[in-house]
C-alpha cells in the first residue's frame, strides 16, 4: 500500500546519539532508530495521523499531517491532529516535554483533553525512553503545512486522564510475558481494540475478550476478535504461526484474509523476537468466553 518514507535519519541520528548515550541503557540503538521502529511498527500513530486518499490509501507525502476524519458517532467525529514539526499547523512550536504529555496524559499545552480514539488510557504506561525516542522521530519528520479542523465530541471529554505521569521505566525485554503486555498494551494498542466496551469504557475485566464494535466498510459492523486462550472462542488451538500471521499478514489460519481494518502495513514491521513476547503475553491471559 502506502510507501513509507524517511525522515532526515542521517542527519538526526548525529543528533540523538548524546541523549541516547546518557540514556543509561545496555542497547547500542540510538532514541531516533528506536522511535523509527516504534512508529514505522507497533506503535502504527500514521495509522490515525496520516491521512489517505480518496481509495482509503495512507498518503506517504503527507506522513502525520492529520485530518484524517474518524466517524464515532453517536461518541462525535474526531480529526486526527498535524503532528508534523510545521510550527503554525502541526506541533513545531511545542517542547519535547509538551509533547509527552500530550501523548501519555492526553493535555495540550494550553491544558485542553485530546479526545478517542486517541489510546491515552494505555500511552500513560509508555516508558521514559519509549516516548522519548517517538518525540525524536516526530522532530524528524519533514514539517507538512495542514490546518486541520477541530474535532466534534458529542459527548463531554474527562476533565483528565489521571494524576501526572512523571515517570515510567522500561519494562525488561528479557521478562517476555511482561514485555509482551507492554508492547500489545502501551506500545501497540491491541488491547484497546480487543477489549470490549461497557458503557463507553473499555471493560477492563474482559481483557483482550474482543467483541468491541466497529464501523466497517459500507455501513457494516466489524467486531474484534476474542485474542484470549480459549479455545473455542479464543486463539487457544491457533499454532503461534498462526498468530503472528493474522498480526503481520491479515490473514486467518487458513490463509484466507480477515477483514481489513488493523494497522497491518506497520504490524508488518514487529521483529520476530517482539512477536515472540506478544504471542508469549497472548498466552498468558485468562480464557475468557465470548458474548
Ligand atoms: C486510534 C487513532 C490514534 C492513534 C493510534 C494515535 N492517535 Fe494521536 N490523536 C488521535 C486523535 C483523533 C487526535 C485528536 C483528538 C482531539 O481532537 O481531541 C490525536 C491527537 C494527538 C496529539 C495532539 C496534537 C494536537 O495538536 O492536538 C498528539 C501529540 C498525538 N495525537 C500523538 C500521537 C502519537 C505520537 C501516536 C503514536 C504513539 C498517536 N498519536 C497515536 C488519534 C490517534
Ligand atoms: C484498530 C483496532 C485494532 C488494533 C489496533 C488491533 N486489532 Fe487485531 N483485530 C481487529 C479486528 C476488528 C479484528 C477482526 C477482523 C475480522 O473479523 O476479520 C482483529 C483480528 C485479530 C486477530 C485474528 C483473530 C481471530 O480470531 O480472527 C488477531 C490474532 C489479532 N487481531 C491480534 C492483534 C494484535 C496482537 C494486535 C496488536 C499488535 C492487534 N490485533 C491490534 C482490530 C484491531
Not at 485530546?114 to 519528520?141: K, N, T
Not at 494498542?189 to 466496551?197: D, S, V
Not at 458503557?199 to 484470549?228: P, W, Y
Request: with cysteine; aromatic share 6%.
Amino acid at each position: 500500500m502506502t510507501n513509507r518514507r524517511s525522515p532526515a535519519i542521517h542527519v538526526a541520528i548525529v543528533f540523538v546519539c548524546g541523549i541516547a548515550a546518557s540514556a543509561g541503557t545496555a542497547s547500542a540503538e540510538t532514541l531516533l532508530e528506536r522511535g523509527t521502529y516504534l512508529v514505522r511498527g507497533i506503535a502504527a500513530c500514521g495509522d490515525c495521523h496520516t491521512p489517505r486518499d480518496t481509495n482509503g490509501h495512507h498518503i506517504a507525502a503527507m506522513e502525520m499531517a492529520g485530518g484524517y476524519q474518524m466517524d464515532l458517532m453517536p461518541l462525535g467525529k474526531p480529526m486526527t491532529a498535524n503532528i508534523t514539526p510545521d510550527k503554525e499547523t502541526g506541533i513545531g512550536n511545542w517542547t519535547d516535554e509538551q509533547i509527552i504529555t500530550a501523548i501519555r496524559e492526553g493535555k495540550r499545552p494550553d491544558g485542553t483533553i485530546i479526545g478517542p480514539p486517541m489510546p491515552i488510557a494505555f500511552y500513560r504506561q509508555m516508558s521514559d525512553r519509549d516516548v522519548q525516542a517517538i518525540v525524536a522521530y516526530l522532530r524528524a519528520l519533514p514539517p507538512v503545512r495542514n490546518a486541520v479542523a477541530k474535532s466534534v465530541y458529542e459527548r463531554p471529554l474527562p476533565p483528565t486522564y489521571g494524576p501526572p505521569v512523571t515517570s515510567v521505566p522500561e519494562v525488561p525485554a528479557s521478562d517476555k510475558v511482561a514485555y509482551g503486555a507492554y508492547l500489545a498494551g502501551p506500545l501497540g494498542h491491541c488491547m484497546e481494540c480487543h477489549t470490549p466496551m461497557d458503557k463507553g469504557r473499555l471493560d477492563m475485566t474482559r481483557l483482550g475478550a474482543g467483541g468491541r464494535e466497529f464501523k466497517g466498510e459500507a455501513g457494516s459492523i466489524l467486531i474484534s476478535a476474542n485474542l484470549t486462550p480459549d479455545k473455542t472462542d479464543g486463539i487457544g488451538e491457533w499454532s503461534d504461526a498462526a498468530v503472528k500471521n493474522a498480526i503481520t499478514k491479515n490473514l486467518k489460519p487458513d490463509g484466507s484474509p480477515l477483514v481489513p481494518f488493523m494497522p497491518t502495513e506497520w504490524f508488518a514491521k514487529i521483529s520476530g523476537s517482539d512477536l515472540d513476547a506478544i504471542v508469549a503475553y497472548l498466552r498468558s491471559l485468562k480464557p475468557i468466553v465470548s458474548r
